[in-house]
């Protein structure tokens, strides 16, 4: 965990050719079709489209990116920021596949400061993203997406998973939409999660990761779309959220499910790690 959000999460987006606007699966709902990896030495990010394999430096230096990329002003919705945009032996590959002339980007040096519900003057600090949305984190909850499934499943309707709504933190064990609630929350190292009494030690001595949980998320129809096959239902999830997840008087006529957040500290996560919540509020507001 960065204060910027996960290593490597959102540090590279798609832009229009022309535009440079960002391009997401609202606009081609096809990008759910490309699969990412990390190389085994960690030093690569793979992405393939159908037979095809791209592979860029997972870690580009400053230096290298100056001399063999091109720095220019990118768009995220009314966000001007700037990315170093991939040559055509990238971009190609991913054009064709999509249909339209994209442009891979990696984030430029300019501090890109989050606004609305994390702007300075509301979280208490000035804190910096690459290009997510809105937040450097979207924390998730199990419990909470199967109580969707439930409704969703009544209704004969197939249960979706939890990665339509794309969270990078996954939280089991709470009550389901419990994490309305939240404001501050931290991360701990979980002994159950070690496999030696020496990796145990080192745990225990690690300090905790904490989060402002600034916002809930409200949700466009995205997560309509089955990311296994890029189909979009016409209905659902969005029918069912509708029903009951307009819970946010900032955000009166979108649904609500996951919660922004930004980190106060950084540090190592790991799957099987102890969420606390430290404090809670009833005045969560969207922000616009």
Avoid at 111 to 134: C, H, M, V, W
Avoid at 172 to 186: F, H, I, P
């Amino acid at each position: 965990m960065q204060m910027h959000g996960l290593d490597l999460d959102r540090q590279w987006m798609f832009v229009d050719a022309k535009t440079h606007d960002f391009v997401t699966i609202r606009q081609n709902p096809r990008m759910t079709l490309i699969r990412t990896a990390i190389s085994e030495d960690g030093k690569q990010l793979i992405l393939s489209v159908e037979d095809e394999q791209i592979r860029i430096d997972a870690y580009p230096s400053r230096e290298w990116l100056a001399q063999n990329l091109t720095l220019m002003p990118v768009k995220i919705w009314s966000d001007n920021t700037d990315g170093y945009v991939y040559g055509d032996d990238v971009n190609s590959p991913f054009s064709r596949f999509l249909g339209q002339e994209v442009r891979l980007v990696y984030k430029g040096p300019t501090d890109r400061i989050l606004n609305t519900n994390a702007k300075p003057e509301l979280l208490g600090r000035s804190q910096s993203t690459y290009f997510p949305d809105q937040m450097p984190l979207l924390i998730a909850s199990d419990a909470s997406i199967t109580e969707l499934n439930s409704r969703l499943t009544q209704k004969g309707e197939k249960a979706i998973t939890i990665e339509r709504f794309r969270p990078n933190i996954i939280i089991k064990g709470n009550r389901a939409w419990s994490e309305d609630s939240w404001l501050t929350v931290q991360i701990t190292s979980s002994s159950q999660s070690s496999t030696s009494d020496e990796a145990a030690a080192v745990k225990r001595e690690a300090k905790p990761i904490v989060i402002d949980v600034v916002a809930r998320c409200a949700r466009c129809q995205v997560p309509n779309v089955e990311p296994t096959t890029a189909e979009k239902h016409k209905r659902e999830p969005w029918n069912t959220l509708m029903s009951y997840r307009r819970v946010d008087e900032g955000s009166k006529y979108k649904p609500c499910f996951g919660m922004h957040s930004v980190p106060r500290s950084e540090g190592e996560i790991e799957v099987g790690m102890q969420l606390e919540v430290l404090k809670e509020t009833d005045k969560h507001k969207i922000v616009h």
